[in-house]
């Protein structure tokens, strides 16, 4: 059982950044693939970025690319999502997610671990 606990989101005005972190309880989490995904009112969960294990491959939502960088620091059993250049259409719950059986999760229903999610909100 792999548990995850987001922190780092909050309030933050149009154009600003904020750094997620994600903090799992496996020593083994640098062989994972992991993810955030996030979730807007109304609307469908959706992959925001991905790292494939050993972090061959990243993978970016068009929305997000240029704007946002994810990364791991394997030391720290830690998964993080930079956002700069926030618009308010990025609020949303974010989650982060990992799949320990495959390199490169291609789906949503891959991930089978999943935190509890953290709210971020931009204003306009």
């Known amino acids: 059982q792999v548990q995850l606990v987001e922190s780092g989101g909050g309030l933050v005005q149009a154009g600003g950044s904020l750094r997620l972190s994600c903090a799992a309880s496996?020593?083994?989490?640098?062989?994972?693939?992991l993810a955030w995904f996030r979730q807007a009112p109304g609307k469908a969960r959706e992959l925001v970025a991905s790292v494939s294990r050993s972090d061959i491959i990243t993978r970016y939502a068009d929305s997000v690319k240029g704007r946002f960088t994810i990364s791991r620091d394997n030391a720290k059993n830690t998964l993080y999502l930079q956002m700069n250049s926030l618009k308010p259409e990025d609020t949303a719950v974010y989650y982060c997610?990992?799949?320990?059986?495959?390199?490169?999760?291609?789906?949503?229903?891959?991930?089978?671990?999943w935190g509890q999610g953290t709210q971020v909100t931009v204003s306009s």
């Open positions: 997610a990992v799949d320990r059986d495959r390199a490169a999760p291609t789906s949503i229903g891959d991930y089978d671990y």
């Open positions: 496996e020593r083994t989490f640098s062989t994972y693939a």
